[in-house]
């Protein structure tokens, strides 16, 4: 019907399928983010590193390349190895801390600014739904900035130096993909956590950087005064560490952590305690998150 | 049929306080108004038939659909413009509509063509480009009605859909409630503690009290008694002769002081035949007025109640 004839009519058409319905909010906070000159920059800015890793590895394979550049005997000096890809990791996990504090506040703290949760959730639309939906943007953004990028430089590795070194060292892929994800969903959760609570976005951006450092630096006065090594406890990035290391290397471990994630050598924290602290973090973030996305906000 | 909306004995506690309190009645109206003051739970009311908040005991049904089983159908079908400024900051008018219409499950073509029609609909063509955050306060009251029935809905929840408008805005406002229940398309429920609202909206009344239901009433039926409800003031030596004229034709009368009479007239007779039988008898009519205000004093006795209950 034309807009000219301005009248109500009831709608008859056919409707969406219910379970993919919480991709309409990525779609939409994709085109919001896209409208910040700076988030679109920063997020091209994160593809510079896997660039340089990509030629880097493209280099060492490419005997010419070296002879060409006349370091003949670079290929000696910086080895493809589970340092290498941990390193990876570890600086894009870091860039993408900051993509989150940028983009992570901006998610639910306008939604209840503006009391807009009651039009999401009196639709047939569910809490979970929208929590899975404001996740996703989050979920995406970091994916295609760590674990994709990740395991396209595995697969060139694994490509020119044949299947033999895949197979052999499989478990680095695996470790970048769980590594990446564990990472992701601590980020993301803790990023919408805040976002619902604190409704000034610059405020919650600030907070998200004050969980990791601040309550780092805590954890590192309490093992001072303590004398002890639980106060790593209190550590995000070491604990993310410790798992990093059990998730690339197992039995076999040859180095403490990557750069941003390294636990000090013989502070290492039992594997079950880092992974409880982290679920502990998590069913935190899932509580406070339950306790805002609401219709109607209850005043008892 | 289903009834619009049936509530079966519904509470609804906030920690140990009783805002709903065994809620029973059946509304089948095409345009209900839920009246009430301040803090009667009305908003609450609404707020559980969307699912926010849950039941602590009873249910309630939305066109025989449980909202304790069924919540997501129940709200596939109701259309919300809710009390408070809502709305998603910075974006634009349509762009806003369309993002709620593809959530209730428009496809994307649909939903941005139904944003369109809906802002024109509802005024607001001209800025629906425009951001959201500078839309006056009237025009935001008419973008949650443009949100509201986008998608189509079968039934509209109004709260306080004339908060804080001007005179023009609420007649504005009104004249499109009165539009779309007219359409016939849809039912609504419109809750509001203006009676004025209520009684130019709507057909049925539900009156809440301290979360009872302090009256139900069929407005239109209230409306069709009240026009055979007649007070006649009248100058003449023969007021006995015309009484019991009236009383031929089937009328009840009352006849008071200084030539003052009520009437109840019975169906099919006209108020010209009122005044042929005052002629033949030389009786002078000097007023003749139909009851009037009859939500208010429902709703004045309502308040008096003091159980909250009539």
Known sequence: MAVYKKTYRPYEGGLTAPLTRFLVIPRYAFEELHRSRFL??????????????????????????????GVQGANRLISINVVFFMGFLGWQSMLA?????????????????????????????????????????????????????????????GYLEGWDWMTANARLASGI?????????????????????????????????????????????????????????????????????????????TTSGTVFFRVPEGQELPLWCCCSALAALCAVCLYMLARKIRGAEVVR | MDPVIELDGLEVRFGTRAILKKLKASLDGRAIGLLGPNGAGKSTLLNTLLGFHKPGAG????????????????????????????????????????????????????????AHEAFFYVGLGEVRYRTLGTYSLGMKQSAKLAQAIAHGPKLLFLDEPTNGLDPPARARMIQLIQE????????????????????????????????????FCNLEEERRLNRRFLEIETRGEANGCFVEAMEKLGCETAAGAQGRIKLIMPDGLEVRRLYEIAAEQNVQIRRLHHKRD?????????????????
Not at chain 1, 223 to 246: C, D, F, M, P
Not at chain 1, 247 to 252: D, I, K, P, R, S
């Open chain 1, 40 to 69: 679109t920059f920063f997020f091209l800015a994160t593809y510079i590193y896997p660039l340089i890793c990509a030629l880097i590895i493209y280099v060492q394979h490419n005997a010419s390349a070296l002879s060409l550049l």
């Open chain 1, 97 to 157: 801390l900051f993509l989150a504090a940028f983009a992570g506040p901006g998610q639910i703290s306008p939604d209840l600014a503006n009391n807009a949760l009651s039009l999401y959730l009196a639709r047939p639309f569910s809490r979970l739904e929208y929590v899975l939906g404001k996740i996703s943007v989050l979920v995406i953004l970091l994916s295609l900035m760590t674990w994709i990028p990740g395991l396209l430089l595995f697969s060139l590795q």
């Open chain 1, 177 to 253: 993909f769980l590594g990446a994800w564990v990472w992701i969903i601590v980020l993301s959760l803790l990023a919408l956590a805040l976002s619902a609570w604190v409704k000034w976005k610059p405020a919650a951006g600030a907070l998200m950087f004050g969980v990791f450092f601040v309550a780092a630096g805590f954890g590192a006065t309490v093992n001072a005064v303590q004398r002890t090594k639980w106060g790593h406890l209190l550590n995000i990035s070491n604990l993310i560490g410790s798992v990093w290391v059990e998730l690339f290397q197992g039995a076999n471990k």
């Open chain 2, 59 to 114: 249910t309630a049904r939305v066109f025989g659909r449980d909202i304790r089983t069924q919540a997501r159908e129940v709200r596939s079908l109701i259309g919300y413009m809710p009390e408070n400024d809502a709305f998603i900051a910075g974006m634009s008018g349509v762009h806003f509509v369309r993002l709620m219409a593809e959530l209730a499950g428009l496809p994307r073509a649909d939903a941005l063509e139904r």
């Open chain 2, 180 to 215: 779309i229940r007219d359409r016939g398309d849809l039912h609504l429920i419109l809750s509001s503690h203006l009676l004025r609202d209520v009684e130019e909206c709507c057909d049925q009344v539900l009156i809440l009290k301290d979360g009872n239901i302090a009256a």
């Open chain 2, 294 to 310: 009859s939500l208010e004093d429902i709703f004045l006795k309502a308040m008096e109640a003091t159980n909250g209950r009539l």
